[in-house]
């Protein structure tokens, strides 16, 4: 729920778009935007002090991370037909390359998302509850040799165990306070930070740093300088953690205390970062 004091036209317009082309199924990241002029936080009530249930997520390769549910759901994010040896239940794919997306998804793959509309007739637009996650989606633009492609990537946001995860997939451009309306809260954000052929490495930075997200995963780094290059700018507001595994086993109540960049394993960077 929000609360608004005093808001601009403009924000009125804004949140009201966001309520029209709102995913119908409850959303608990839609809760707290930050950022916009005019909209603060509601309290809802009192915090749950139950243990949390884990959420697994292992980087494969790429952009894709493979996410598993408390209940057994499993996920892969910019899926190319590469699983890691689990068939997911779900995939989500961009397609702004072919290292994005697949033609031929296994058709033992339940829910196969893309954040493109293929019949080119609007804005692919996703909800999708199973068992205890919603998966939805908020498109931008992708900027081609030619036009732009408009609403041609899609930002997935995966709703579970009361976290709030972003996978930004192939961002091309900055996001408008709609977009941040949109998303809403984010805990976990998977982001792109090969800063060419996505959005560069100093805006990309700008907006880990407008999402205050407790944790960023790096995904997309061409080599150990593109990734250099984003935690020498991150480095000043988040902690960088590098761990000694391919993923990691998080829950809200686990999230750390101070915004950190999380490495794993298997990524370009085996440095320490203390």
């Not at 991370?65 to 989500?92: H, L, N």
């Amino acid at each position: 729920m929000f609360s608004i004091s005093t808001a601009p036209l403009r924000v009125v317009a804004t949140l009201s778009a966001l309520f029209a082309a709102g995913p119908a199924l409850a959303s608990m990241c839609h809760t707290f935007v930050e950022g916009i002029p005019g909209v603060r936080y509601a309290q809802l009530g009192p915090v749950a002090t139950a243990p949390a249930a884990s959420v697994r997520i292992d980087y494969l390769s790429h952009s894709t991370y493979r996410i598993t549910t408390p209940e057994g759901v499993v996920i892969a994010t910019d899926f190319y037909g590469y699983d890691g040896g689990v068939m997911p239940d779900i995939v989500t794919m961009n397609h702004a390359h072919e290292t994005h997306f697949t033609d031929f998804p296994d058709p033992a793959i339940d829910h196969v998302l893309r954040g493109w509309n293929p019949l080119g007739d609007g804005p692919a637009s996703h909800n999708l509850e199973v068992a205890d996650v919603i998966v939805r989606n908020v498109t931008t633009d992708i900027r081609g040799w030619g036009e732009r492609e408009v609403d041609g990537n899609s930002i997935f946001v995966f709703e579970v165990a009361g976290l709030c995860i972003g996978h930004l997939g192939h961002l091309h451009h900055t996001l408008t306070d709609l977009h941040h309306a949109q998303i809403g809260r984010l805990d976990i954000v998977m982001a792109p930070v090969d800063g060419t052929y996505t959005l560069n490495v100093q805006d990309m930075i700008g907006l880990m740093k407008r999402f205050k997200a407790r944790v960023v995963l790096p995904m997309h780094a061409f080599g150990p300088s593109s990734l250099r290059m984003f935690i020498d700018g991150m480095d000043d507001v988040f902690a960088i953690r590098q761990l000694e595994e391919r993923g990691l086993d998080i829950a809200l109540d686990t999230l750390p205390s101070d915004p950190t960049v999380i490495l794993t394993a298997n990524q370009y960077w085996r440095g320490s970062f203390d």
